[in-house]
């Protein structure tokens, strides 16, 4: 069975390039478009990993990431935000708000399947 990846993201292009390199090194792609219906489909859904936007209509990705981790079946599935803000302490930033892993925009996508793939299999065996 393929991982599933739930991906919350509102922008339409960053939606496809990520959707279609992650399906194409064979994993399964969910999407929601904000906030709340992202917490609604991860709480069904228990996916392998989450893809968080930070800036997300309504409920920014910050709020996003400590809703997820107060759900005791979520607390464990790794969360990687990407965010276009680059400034000094974001990561600290999204780390505290509960995500694993930090990935900034634009994506490079070199980069961006192996990152995911890591923290699929658990964040000990990243490179940081
Ligand atoms: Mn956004």
């Given at each position: 069975m393929k991982p599933v990846i739930l991906m919350i993201e509102d922008n339409d292009q960053n939606l496809y390039l990520m959707t279609y390199l992650l399906e194409h090194a064979g994993l399964e792609v969910v999407s929601a478009c904000d906030g709340a219906r992202g917490i609604e489909v991860a709480l069904g859904l228990l996916p392998a990993l989450i893809i968080l936007d930070i800036q997300l209509p309504g409920m920014d990705g910050y709020e996003v990431a400590a809703r997820l981790r107060a759900s005791p079946a979520l607390a464990q599935v790794p969360i990687v935000a990407v965010t276009s803000?680059?400034?000094?302490g974001d990561r600290e930033k999204v780390i505290a708000a509960g995500c694993t892993h930090y990935i900034e925009k634009p994506i490079d996508p070199d980069s961006f399947v192996g990152e995911v793939l890591c923290q699929v299999r658990g964040a000990a065996s990243c490179e940081e």
């Open positions: 803000y680059a400034m000094p």
